[in-house]
């Protein structure tokens, strides 16, 4: 742990509900104590003051005998109540989105990452200066930087070029990335993403399947951008990306969408659940992990992974996380590790590599001609050819991917010629012949 982390800025926290524990989580890792909590229970802020005035004024009173140096709001809030309670508290306001816009700029240490950032951060940045400014001198314009209107106006135009340019740049970067990912797929390198809401122990993961040191901490956002290691002796890639969290507001989520998206074009997605909390939040943080992915994803792309089984918590019992799962994604099949002490990797990695593995036996036989020339080549890409015999007829055997086999069949037949099939002998699937 950071020593930032522990011992930080002290904080008042201010929310309208008591689900406080994800809101203290993300306060401690952006550097601050909570030194005061304070609820009042409201279904949404009240629209001057997030909070009623009598709460206000009892808040002002505590913190003008032991200051804090920040007053954390728990959800996100809008310009007129950062303007609004900052005046009256004379302390500095913050909502969550801004503690995760703080997390995030300590922990973007790619290009990609920091741009995606800058991006994020004048967006948000942009409405509470607009807040700022329409508010001093009683609602007229100031002489901004003694410019009038029109200076205000010109720094406006400023961070929209801005934002235009790191656009492009974003641009650039990704059509670098589509460009490596058209790389991998013609020289059949499989992508496996490791996702899920942060902290699920991704990171964790990745060290654990590829033996690599990656960033590891018990802090939300370690990762913030994508990382590729390769799993040992395999044509296959282990991607770690940044962590999913709830209502994560839209200009986010834009400005984050090259990485984000980088998990829907991987051929595998190992989707972490953290099982030491309890059934309740692993069902809340599910729902926001299948809500990103299910839209853009094949279910069957998805293995689900119950990671922390060393350290499950005592409330939880299989059958309803099994339960759970039902409820959330339709069926109960999962993977059990733990990434920290080892446990269940082995399987996990079996599992990938049969995955990709060619393991479909297959026998090919179809005239000799001048047509087949081409076609023998195309299966010597898609086969590992063990047998290629050339006599009236030309006969070949190997190995191939399921995925492959229909593309096979296509060649052979539009040749005139059979195909035998079986799936991998220990499957006990009976030979197929077209
Ligand atoms: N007990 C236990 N702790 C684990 C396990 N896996 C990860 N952790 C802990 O969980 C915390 C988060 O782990 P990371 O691997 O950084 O999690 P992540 O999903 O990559 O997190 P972000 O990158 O921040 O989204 C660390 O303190 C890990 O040591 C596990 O199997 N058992
Ligand atoms: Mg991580």
Redesign the pocket.
């Known amino acids: 742990m950071d020593d930032n982390v522990r011992g930080g800025k002290s904080a008042l926290l201010l929310s309208l509900n008591e689900d406080v524990a994800e809101i203290e989580e993300l306060a401690r890792t952006a550097g601050y104590e909570i030194v005061y909590e304070i609820v009042q229970k409201r279904t949404r802020p009240e629209p001057n003051f997030y909070v009623g005035r009598g709460k206000v004024k009892e808040i002002a009173e505590l913190i003008s005998e032991s200051p804090v140096e920040a007053v954390i709001m728990n959800s996100e809030a809008k310009p007129s109540h950062h303007y609004n309670l900052e005046s009256v508290l004379k302390a500095e306001c913050l909502d969550r989105t801004r503690l995760i816009l703080d997390i995030f700029t300590t922990r973007a240490n790619s290009k990609e990452s920091k741009l995606q950032v800058e991006k994020a951060r004048l967006r948000y940045e942009t409405p509470l200066l607009k807040e700022w400014i329409h508010n001093a001198k009683g609602g007229e314009h100031p002489g901004f930087m003694g410019g009038g209107e029109y200076a205000i106006d010109l720094y406006y135009d400023l961070i929209k070029k801005r934002i235009r340019s790191i656009d492009d740049e974003l641009l650039e970067i990704r059509r670098a990335s589509d460009q490596k990912r058209a790389r991998r797929e013609r020289n059949e390198v499989f992508t496996v993403t490791l996702a ?1 809401y ?8 990745m060290r654990a399947l590829t033996g690599e040191e990656v ?9 913030l951008s994508t990382t590729t290691r390769s799993l040992t002796g395999e044509n296959v890639l282990i991607v ?1 990306t ?2 999913f969290i709830r209502d994560l507001p839209h200009f986010m989520i834009e400005s984050f969408r090259n990485t984000i998206e980088e998990v829907f074009y991987s051929d595998l997605i190992l989707l ?1 659940i ?1 099982v ?1 909390e309890d059934v309740e939040s692993m069902e809340g943080k599910m729902k926001v992990s299948l809500d990103i992915l299910l839209p853009r994803v094949e279910r069957d792309k998805i293995i689900i992974i119950l ?5 499950i918590s005592y409330k939880n019992h299989y059958t309803n996380i099994k339960d759970m799962l039902i409820r959330t994604i339709g069926d109960s099949d999962a993977v059990l ?5 080892g446990s269940g990797v082995d399987d996990l990695t079996d599992k990938i590599k049969k995955r990709f593995r060619r393991d479909v036996l297959i026998s090919i036989k179809m005239p000799n001609n001048k047509r087949s020339q081409p076609a023998v080549s195309k299966i010597f890409d898609l086969c590992d050819v063990s047998k290629c015999e050339y006599s009236k007829t030309i006969s070949i055997s190997g190995r191939c991917h399921q995925i492959d086999v229909g593309k096979i069949r296509k060649i052979v037949s539009s040749l005139n010629g059979r195909v035998i099939e079986a799936a991998d002998p220990a499957e006990g699937r009976p030979p197929q012949e077209t």
Do not use: W, Y
């Open positions: 899920g942060t902290n699920a122990g991704k990171s964790s993961l960033l590891i901490e018990d802090r939300m956002f370690s990762t770690d940044i962590g972490v953290d030491s990671n922390k089984i060393d350290n590790v733990s990434a920290k002490k």
